[in-house]
Every structure is written in C-alpha cells, then in structure tokens.
C-alpha cells in the first residue's frame, strides 16, 4: 500500500524559498503513469493545487504559483520535492503531496500534511 | 481561468438526502472528481471520473455532471458523513478544485 509523508522547515522567513519533500513508500514513483501532486491549504480554507508531474513528462502548475514553483524528483530515493520562491504569508498553508490515478481518477492517495508558516 | 463553484454550506437531516452541486463552465464536458475531508484529516476521494465509487466507498455516495454542473448525492446521510466536500475537474493539464462546501448533519 503506497503511503506519502511530507517533510520540511515548519518556518520559512518572507521572502525566502520554501522547501519540501515527499517520499514515496509501498510503492515506487518511477512505475505507472501516476501523477504526483502537492496541493495547499491555508487553514481553514480550501484546497488549492499547485502542481504535478508525471515521471515520463514535464510538469503542470496552477498558473497563479507558475512563476514561482519548482517541482522535481529524486528517483533514487523514491521522493519528489516543491521549492516556492519569494514566499509570504499568504503562502501560510498545510501543505500535501498527492498521488493521482491517470485517466481523470482523482488523487487517491494522500500524506497527512505538513504546516508551514511563513514569518519574520 | 476556469473556475468551480460550490455552495459554502449545505444541512441535511440524518437519513435524508443531501446534494452538494459544484458549478462550472461546461463542467459536463470535462470529468470532475469529488473529495470528503474530514476535520483534521487529509482529504479522501470519494468519487472518480464523473461517477465511479472507488474501493470501500459507501454505496449511498453517487454523482452526476452534465451541462454547466457536477452534483454529489449521499442518500441515506448518516452522522460520519458530516465534513467538507470538495469537487476538483482538470482544465488543459491543471487541476481545479471547488471553493468547498460544509456538508451539516443535523
């Protein structure tokens, strides 16, 4: 059973690049056609994508964060990781990883989140 | 950019049928998903595709789309079913979620 845990810096200060990593368990990143997701939620509000991949293609990325997002993988350690640019509060959120079934299946496997809070 | 609208809030009494409609443009040509997240915890997707129930979902969770607007139904609503609910569709290659709608069980 593919679990996913995420990990990063609890504080990232103004204008500084957040850091995360999820990485994949039960299962490899490297088989199927999944798509590998981080999706964001400020508390008590809604979720907001903010990209994925696909490990045969290039990545997708809401177009709001486009500028500022970079998501990449580390095959070797079955984990992938989201940097964002010029954080400020308002990238205050529980972030998720997220494994997506292709074919318009929907994110069926997903971490329990990891909350970071962008202050000085 | 395309965008899904959900109501905020929706109350249903035990037992009754509760509807929870996530609009958008010409959403019925495009697949749209439906996730449950409960207080605390991730969220969970509860149907794929436009209407498929994935493994372990109660049967009495089931959804339409078509025209401009996607519709959750749990009939039969039962107290566990009190939480968030959450369409998302794809537009191009990104994906969109609703606003989210807080389902009340009364």
């Known amino acids: 059973q593919v679990q996913l845990q995420e990990a990063g810096p609890g504080l990232v200060k103004p204008s500084q690049t957040l850091s995360l990593t999820c990485t994949v368990s039960g299962g490899s990143i490297s088989s199927g056609t999944y798509y590998w997701n981080w999706v964001r939620q400020p508390a008590g509000k809604g979720l907001e994508w903010i990209g994925n991949f696909q490990i045969t293609g290039t990545p997708n990325f809401n177009p709001s964060l486009k500028s500022r997002v970079t998501i990449s993988v580390d095959r070797s350690k079955n984990q992938f990781s989201l940097k964002l640019t010029s954080v400020t509060a308002a990238d205050t959120a529980l972030y998720y990883c997220?494994?997506?079934?292709?074919?318009?299946?929907?994110?069926?496997?997903w971490g329990q989140g990891t909350t970071v809070t962008v202050s000085s | 950019s395309y965008e899904l609208t959900q109501p905020p809030s929706v109350s249903v009494s035990p037992g009754q049928t509760a509807s929870i409609t996530c609009s958008g443009d010409k959403l019925g040509d495009k697949y749209a998903c439906w996730y449950q997240q409960k207080a605390g915890q991730s969220p969970v997707v509860v149907i794929s595709?436009?209407?498929k129930r994935p493994s372990g979902i109660p049967e009495r969770f089931s959804a339409s789309n078509s025209g401009n607007t996607a519709t959750l139904t749990i009939t039969g609503t039962q107290a566990v079913d009190e939480a968030d609910y959450y369409c998302?569709?794809?537009?191009?290659?990104?994906?969109?979620f609703g606003g989210g709608t807080k389902l009340t069980v009364l």
């Open positions: 595709q436009d209407n």
């Open positions: 997220a494994r997506a079934m292709p074919n318009y299946y929907g994110m069926d496997v």
């Open positions: 998302q569709a794809w537009d191009s290659y990104t994906v969109i």
